[in-house]
């Protein structure tokens, strides 16, 4: 899109929103920002500032979301009323972004096989560069962006319901299970946000489709590339799958499931589809099984922080909501003490009843979705209602016993007591960081 001269408001201000405004007037946008927090309170950035408002579309031409931002907010659909086109942040960014897109999206899994992804492209020599949803603004990587060069984005949901053009060349769904109904408010209306992926894709393009996860499975059907399928429970050609303890692409096995360094069967999803991924953008079988064995894993995902007398400690504050707490858990033997709670997404918790009272100890409930939780679970499993994480860590330790396992796993949302995941996640580390200390 011929951007200049164009007025373009920009609607959320955290980092995203910034990187957005700075890459459009770059462009020659006439760009001012609008957010509902006062402009004191905001990063810095050079441009009017209006408060979030029937005001700020006045003028108005284009309205770019960020990711933060819902789309049907009463001013938004004002502004799809007076036929103000509305975009979200990655549609912005890819006007200017050169070079082919990887995206990666899913309830649960997505930054770790984005991360991965990333991880065996650079192994095996490929240029690529790794951002979105994982953190880095699709718009600051314009500057960095090549013809040659693979673009690996993270797509959440919120991201791909305002993507109108972009084209992605390998696009991955790894699952579509109940998240952000908060946002959403319907499980139709999440998925249909994350097929958006497949919309601009021709048919020399690939659709990544988890053969297991029957939302995503069904994806193909509305496939106009070519799809190819990873599935951990067995041979779903073509594509890449597990098969007696190996890892195989198309019938060729390329690794040993107990190479992979992640915990957890959910990881060795993430492997494949990564893998596929991989793959399809030019990296080969030895270079992926190399880059798999070498890959650190991610902050967040099922991290392992410290074992302080005999009690292991793990940090899964990514485990945002009902479906990734299910993974985390199946992901240990037994003797957990569980955390679990935030802010609720409109989840249901009663999935997690047998897992937790074949696995778990106790239920250690925090934050405002405690007594949800507690309502859901019922007498599956002993439940303490500790308010916050220090006293969900302080109650594990005096009670847990050599070979038990603190997890971190909440289920929930982080905003009613920190600033988002990774700082309940630090947090957490922190904590269990200065109990060794003593």
């Known amino acids: ?107 649960n899994g997505k930054t770790t096989t984005t991360a991965l992804t990333g991880h065996l492209l650079r192994e095996a020599g490929i240029a690529c560069q790794v951002g979105g949803n994982i953190g880095t603004p699709p718009a600051s990587m314009v500057e960095t962006s090549r013809e040659e060069q693979w673009n690996v984005l993270e797509l959440s949901s919120f991201q791909l319901e305002t993507s109108e053009t972009v084209r992605v060349r390998i696009a991955a769904v790894l699952n579509i299970t109940p998240d952000h109904l908060d946002r959403h408010h319907t499980f139709e209306s999440y998925a249909a946000a994350k097929a958006r992926i497949l919309r601009c894709q021709t048919a020399g393009d690939f659709a990544v489709l988890n053969a297991e996860n029957q939302p995503a499975a069904a994806l193909a059907a509305l496939a106009r590339g070519q799809v190819r399928w990873f599935n951990a429970g067995g041979k779903t050609a073509p594509g890449f799958w597990r098969e007696g303890g190996e890892l195989v692409a198309d019938g060729e096995v390329f690794m040993a499931e107990s190479e992979i360094p992640l915990r957890g069967r959910h990881n060795v999803e993430n492997v494949l589809a990564g893998a596929c991924c991989a793959r399809l953008a030019g990296a080969g079988l030895e270079e992926i099984r190399k880059g798999v064995m070498s890959f650190p894993g991610v902050e967040h995902r099922i991290e392992y922080v410290k074992t302080v007398a005999g009690v292991s400690y793990y940090n899964d504050s990514k485990a945002t909501n009902v479906d990734a707490t299910v993974k985390a858990l199946e992901s240990f033997e037994g003797g957990l003490w569980v955390i679990l709670g935030g802010k609720d997404k409109g989840s249901d918790y009663t999935a997690l009843k047998e897992l937790l009272r074949k696995r778990a100890k106790a239920a250690l409930l925090i934050g405002a979705a405690a007594e949800k939780i507690a309502s859901h679970l019922g007498d599956a499993v002993r439940m303490e209602r500790c308010g916050d994480l220090k006293s969900a860590v302080e109650l594990a330790r005096r009670e847990a016993v050599e070979g038990d396992t603190v997890l971190l796993a909440p289920a929930c949302a982080s905003f009613d007591q920190f600033s988002g995941y990774e700082e309940r996640g630090r947090v957490f580390k922190a904590i269990v960081k200065s109990l060794e200390e003593r």
Request: glycine share 12%; net charge negative.
């Open 1 to 107: 899109m011929d951007i200049r001269g164009k007025r373009v408001t920009i609607f959320g201000m955290a980092k995203s929103g910034v990187a957005t405004l700075e890459l459009l007037r770059r462009h020659g946008a006439v760009v001012r920002a609008s957010d509902v927090k006062a402009r004191a309170a905001l990063p810095e950035f050079e441009s009017e500032f209006v408060e979030q408002g029937e005001a700020a579309l006045e003028g108005c031409e284009v309205a770019v979301l960020s990711p933060g931002v819902p789309a049907d907010l009463p001013v938004i659909e004002e502004a799809r009323r007076r036929g103000i086109a509305v975009v979200g942040d990655v549609e912005a960014a890819s006007w200017f972004l050169r070079g082919p897109v990887i995206g990666i999206t899913g309830a």
